[in-house]
């Protein structure tokens, strides 16, 4: 079978390797249809490996080189003696968390915090980028006729944004920054929106995006960080001037945080959600002097699943609109990965089309 696999710092390869054997009782086999190319694939291909791991994983055994794709759907094509809620045939969005089944978080039914989780594309043998992946029965939701494989390979990145905001505590009337007009930065805008807010500003360096953003008609206002006045334009959009309610980060990038500290209201929250490659300079006084909520965020409860599927279904989360082009996987690294790491790509979400 054909594979995508990370070998190191700009090395990917499409590959021969074999094929799923024997699985285990509670896992199936799943034939991918789409799998996006999210920002941690990026971060891997550009600088990795950074996730994945270079010796065995603690809990999957897995390491270098790597089959690439944590956002996916697909087809389940064999499932084990032991899944009885799915049978071949079935469509299925693949939430990609590998946890422990019983350990103080997964208790808890937030295995994704497991000092021992993995996930699949990361940090387990298999991922979306290849013909095949092995799965275990709770990583394969099905999804119903509503909703498109498509849409199903881009429920991973909405969770995130939906999870984002929830913790965020965004309401009715709130009004709202997004540091970073990136795939997960507009839908935690699009998530904000949904949960009421008012006004949704994003952030966003890249001109192209920007513009890629607005022909979107999602009812985002675009500001350029660039700009001197920007903390001046946010607070002028909030009443007496106070600063937003909520402000998310959603680049990993340091000058961003220190923007969304600054134009949040006293009293008002900062969620970090994009992930920072290294350290960021940071001023807690000022957090004090707000007395505002700092929430740090990653992935979902892996329980979210259903909740997405409902919501897509429902076609008042659109995430398929950012789906700027479907490539095939022999052009993965050349008309995916590449021009997703251009600084001027007016391209949002990118999908392997397998």
């Given at each position: 079978?054909r594979?995508?696999?990370?070998?190191?710092?700009q090395?990917?390869?499409?590959?021969q390797?074999?094929a799923?054997?024997?699985i285990?009782?509670?896992?199936?086999?799943?034939?991918?249809?789409?799998?996006?190319?999210?920002?941690?694939d990026?971060?891997?291909?550009?600088?990795?490996?950074?996730?994945?791991?270079?010796?065995?994983?603690v809990?999957?055994?897995?390491e270098?080189?790597?089959?690439?794709?944590?956002?996916?759907?697909?087809?389940?094509?064999?499932?084990?003696?032991?899944?009885?809620?799915?049978?071949?045939?079935d469509?299925?969005?693949?939430?990609?968390?590998?946890f422990?089944?019983?350990?103080?978080?997964?208790?808890?039914?937030?295995?994704?915090?497991?000092?021992r989780?993995?996930?699949?594309?990361?940090?387990?043998?298999?991922g979306?980028?290849?013909?095949?992946?092995?799965?275990?029965?709770y990583?394969?939701?099905?999804?119903?006729?509503?909703?498109d494989d498509?849409?199903?390979?881009?429920?991973?990145?909405?969770?995130?944004?939906?999870?984002?905001?929830?913790?965020?505590?965004?309401g009715?009337?709130?009004?709202v920054?997004?540091a970073?007009g990136?795939p997960i930065?507009?839908?935690?805008?699009?998530?904000?929106?949904?949960?009421?807010?008012?006004?949704v500003m994003?952030?966003?360096?890249n001109?192209?995006?920007?513009?890629?953003?607005?022909r979107?008609?999602?009812g985002?206002?675009?500001?350029?960080p660039?700009?001197?006045?920007?903390?001046?334009q946010?607070?002028?959009?909030?009443?007496?001037?106070v600063?937003?309610?909520?402000?998310?980060?959603?680049?990993g990038?340091?000058r961003?945080?220190?923007?969304?500290?600054?134009?949040?209201?006293?009293?008002g929250t900062?969620?970090?959600?994009?992930?920072?490659?290294?350290?960021a300079?940071?001023?807690?006084?000022?957090?004090a002097?707000?007395?505002?909520?700092?929430?740090?965020?990653?992935?979902?409860?892996?329980?979210?699943?259903?909740?997405?599927?409902?919501?897509?279904?429902?076609?008042?989360?659109?995430?398929e609109?950012?789906?700027t082009?479907?490539?095939?996987l022999?052009?993965?690294?050349?008309d995916?990965f590449?021009?997703?790491?251009?600084?001027?790509?007016?391209?949002?979400?990118?999908?392997?089309?397998?």
């Open positions: 079978m594979a995508l696999r990370f070998h190191g710092r090395d990917l390869r499409v590959e390797v074999a799923p054997a024997a285990g009782p509670a896992q199936l086999v799943v034939k991918p249809s789409f799998c996006g190319i999210c920002g941690t990026l971060h891997e291909y550009a600088a990795g490996p950074l996730i994945v791991p270079t010796a065995p994983h809990f999957t055994g897995a270098l080189p790597q089959i690439l794709g944590h956002e996916f759907a697909g087809e389940v094509i064999e499932v084990g003696a032991a899944v009885t809620h799915l049978r071949p045939g469509r299925v969005s693949i939430q990609p968390q590998v422990p089944a019983d350990d103080y978080y997964a208790r808890r039914g937030l295995g994704h915090l497991s000092d989780n993995a996930t699949i594309g990361l940090s387990w043998a298999w979306g980028m290849g013909d095949y992946a092995v799965v275990n029965d990583n394969a939701i099905k999804l119903p006729d509503t909703v498509a849409q199903g390979a881009m429920i991973e990145p909405a969770a995130v944004a939906i999870y984002a905001v929830e913790r965020g505590r965004v009715p009337g709130a009004i920054l997004v970073g990136g930065g507009v839908l935690t805008a699009m998530a904000a929106r949904l949960a009421g807010a008012a006004e994003v952030s966003e360096p001109a192209a995006r920007r513009a890629a953003i607005e979107l008609d999602l985002l206002r675009c500001l350029d660039a700009d001197d006045e920007l903390l001046s946010v607070r002028c959009l909030t009443e007496d001037g600063g937003v309610d909520v402000a998310f980060e959603c680049v990038v340091e961003a945080l220190d923007t969304c500290v600054k134009a949040v209201r006293r009293r900062v969620v970090q959600v994009g992930l920072h490659l290294g350290t300079r940071v001023e807690p006084t000022m957090w002097l707000k007395d505002m909520t700092i929430e740090g965020v990653v992935c979902y409860p892996v329980t979210i699943w259903p909740r997405m599927i409902a919501l897509i279904a429902s076609r008042r989360f659109p995430v609109r950012l789906v082009k479907q490539v095939p022999a052009q993965a690294v050349a995916g590449a021009p997703l790491l251009d600084p001027k790509t007016p391209a949002l979400k990118i999908l392997v089309a397998m």
